[in-house]
């Protein structure tokens, strides 16, 4: 019935606008498919340009060749570890932390507020906190990829969000039960907060996952660097003698690269993977943060 | 008096004791982690040197702040600090607003959901993966010169990013490409919050498509808009530092040199480590006077405000 009300200039307006977003859409998804098909193509073909739609010279080669380099593996693990380790302790200590600011009768709860909000506007900047990081021992050891990141007061502010909407009666009745504060935490809050702990996994997942800087400034080993920091190593410094061996000592047709681009792929593939599964838990998420305080 | 409620206090702080064990963690976590460095900025106003400690070192007084306003490059890198950023809010802000106002004119749920789901895509990309793509179609013998050259726009290939008067263009269009989906998540949140019998009604009062999201869904957003805008003008010394670091080099660093950039290469490249937190201090306390300057604008154009 509306249909046929329409006027021509809404169908126009429609149309057009439909037209819009499948070009937003395929400018999105191009450079992606791009890569891809790139790097399942042989790296000496690719050379020669013109891989557009399709592989030409089909093979998986260049996946084979970053498998077999230990460097880029040892990454890879170091990458997993971080991300792991980082994000269990960074969602768990937050929403520690958040669980009681979500309490009006807190004491010291302004002050506790006030200093964290100031330190969303302020802060020491690169070199104090370099020098710091150098005071504590952390250059060069694994623990600067989890310490310097186990809290953060953004995502503190989407917890303490989400903590104020749990209906106080359920903490009321376990606290008769006996229960403290840590236990009801435990016991009570944390499984009725699926959605925002996934929000908040998902936000530190990916910080972790894609960080290259603490790599490039904090690390001098090269066992320790994440697959981020390979990755832009070979970005600057491209053709680096480390990428050339790679690509030569397994087969012949690869090339840096074609090894660039399949490392690429690997490194974003489990992102792209996760995010679709999350994306109604980070689009509320992100409003709780945005509403309040 | 005064003894039985200094008790009542602390039988207060005795029975939350249990929350307070939780939230000082937290409290010492950041004090270490977030306060110590920012005393860290007395070697702004010093001679720091790793031989010493920050506290022994010679004063140097405002010496690192007159360097960096003399340098030669000050001119050139508030130039495109600034340059980078305006451009960035001037075209890049109102995009995601626009994308979000008509993504919600798309009536089909499933595939308006489709394109939301691959419009955050690319947000999910790190910045080296996309700068490192970029290197290489933008260089001479890369995809994008392949395509310019062969339907005849270029005669030429060029070297995009060894020219620095291509680079505050890439920059916005690799953060737009990057961002738009993303930055539109909470123009569309906000839209959906919008009574529809508004529109119904303005249905039948005979309003045309552009009618009303000009008068119904333009005027509902305002607040969120302007909250996003104070932030955005707010972060103005604050370049892409990701993006800037990956995309600039030698050749661009005349149209590729920002601030963020400059306090890396003084401080961790040159061990400059006290004029590199004096520039840093520098853009923290700008930014924080543009944080306020915009907050109170809106504050009086909008009656909207962060605080």
New interface residues.
């Given amino acids: 019935m509306k249909r046929a009300n329409r006027t021509n200039g809404e169908i126009v307006f429609d149309w057009a606008n439909n037209i819009f977003m499948l070009l937003i859409c395929f400018i999105t998804l191009y450079p992606i498919w791009y890569i891809l098909i790139n790097s399942f193509n042989e790296g000496s073909d690719a050379m020669l340009g013109g891989i557009f739609w399709w592989p030409r010279e089909f093979t998986t080669e260049n996946y084979q060749a970053v498998f077999a380099n230990a460097g880029l593996m040892k990454s890879f693990g170091i990458t997993i570890a971080r991300t792991f380790i980082g994000t269990v302790t960074n969602v768990l200590f937050t929403a520690m932390v958040a669980y009681p600011l979500s309490k009006e009768r807190l004491m010291g709860r302004k002050l506790y507020i006030t200093m964290g909000t100031i330190t969303m506007f302020f802060s020491g900047g690169l070199i104090p906190g370099f020098l710091l990081f150098k005071n504590l021992g952390l250059l060069d050891s694994f623990a600067v990829y989890i310490i310097p990141s186990l809290f953060n007061f953004f995502n503190l502010i989407i917890f303490v969000n989400f903590f104020k909407e749990i209906p106080s009666a359920l903490e009321e009745s376990a606290s008769i039960d006996g229960a403290n504060d840590i236990l009801i935490f435990l016991r009570i809050i944390l499984p009725l907060s699926k959605p925002v702990l996934a929000t908040i996994a998902l936000f530190t997942g990916v910080y972790h996952w894609n960080d290259y800087f603490s790599g490039v400034i904090y690390i001098n080993n090269p066992d320790l660097q994440p697959v981020q920091t390979f990755l832009y190593r070979i970005v600057a410094e491209s053709g680096s003698t480390q990428m050339m061996a790679a690509a030569t000592n397994v087969v012949k047709t690869t090339t840096s690269l074609s090894i660039k681009l399949s490392t690429m792929v690997i490194t974003t593939f489990p992102i792209i993977c996760v995010y679709p599964f999350l994306q109604k838990y980070f689009v509320k998420g992100m409003l709780i943060g945005a509403v309040k305080e | 008096m005064e003894k039985t409620s200094k008790k009542k206090?602390f039988e207060?702080?005795w029975s939350?004791k249990?929350?307070?064990?939780?939230?000082i963690?937290?409290?010492i976590?950041?004090f270490?982690?977030?306060?110590?460095?920012?005393?860290?900025?007395v070697?702004a106003f010093k001679d720091y040197k790793v031989t010493r400690t920050?506290w022994e070192a010679d004063w140097a007084g405002l010496e690192h702040f007159v360097e960096f306003f003399t340098d030669p490059k000050f001119f050139n890198i508030m130039t495109n600090t600034l340059g980078i950023s305006l451009l960035k809010l001037v075209i890049g802000f109102p995009l995601p607003i626009i994308?979000a106002i008509?993504?919600n004119?798309?009536?089909n749920a499933r595939y308006k959901r489709s394109?939301?789901?691959?419009?955050?895509?690319?947000h999910?990309?790190?910045?080296?993966?996309l700068?490192?793509?970029l290197?290489?179609w933008l260089s001479e013998?890369g995809?994008i010169n392949?395509v310019l050259v062969n339907f005849g726009i270029l005669d030429e290939p060029i070297s995009f990013l060894a020219d620095p008067k291509y680079f505050w263009g890439l920059t916005l269009i690799s953060d737009t490409?990057k961002e738009?989906?993303w930055s539109a998540?909470?123009y569309l949140?906000a839209i959906s919050g919008i009574d529809q019998q508004m529109y119904e009604a303005a249905s039948i009062d005979g309003a045309?498509?552009?009618q009303k999201i000009w008068h119904i869904t333009i005027p509902a957003i305002k607040g969120t808009i302007a909250?996003m805008f104070i932030l955005a003008v707010?972060g103005m010394l604050n370049s892409n530092?990701?993006q800037i670091f990956?995309l600039g080099n030698v050749l661009n660093a005349d149209a590729s040199q920002v601030i963020d950039t400059y306090?890396?290469e003084m401080?961790?490249r040159s061990g400059r480590?006290s004029y590199?937190?004096a520039i840093?201090?520098f853009?923290?306390v700008i930014?924080?006077i543009l944080?306020l300057i915009a907050n109170f604008t809106t504050k009086k154009l909008q009656g909207r405000s962060l605080f």
Avoid: H, R
């Fill in positions: 206090l207060k702080l939350q249990y929350l307070q064990l939780m939230v963690p937290g409290i976590w950041m270490i982690f977030n306060y110590i460095p920012m005393t860290g900025i070697i920050m994308f008509l993504l004119e798309i009536k394109i939301q789901t691959i419009s955050y895509l690319p999910f990309i790190s910045w080296v993966v700068g490192g793509l290197i290489t013998t995809m392949e490409w738009l989906g998540i909470i949140a045309t498509k552009v909250v707010a530092f990701d990956l306090v890396y401080g961790l480590y590199a937190t840093g201090l853009k923290s930014a924080l944080l």
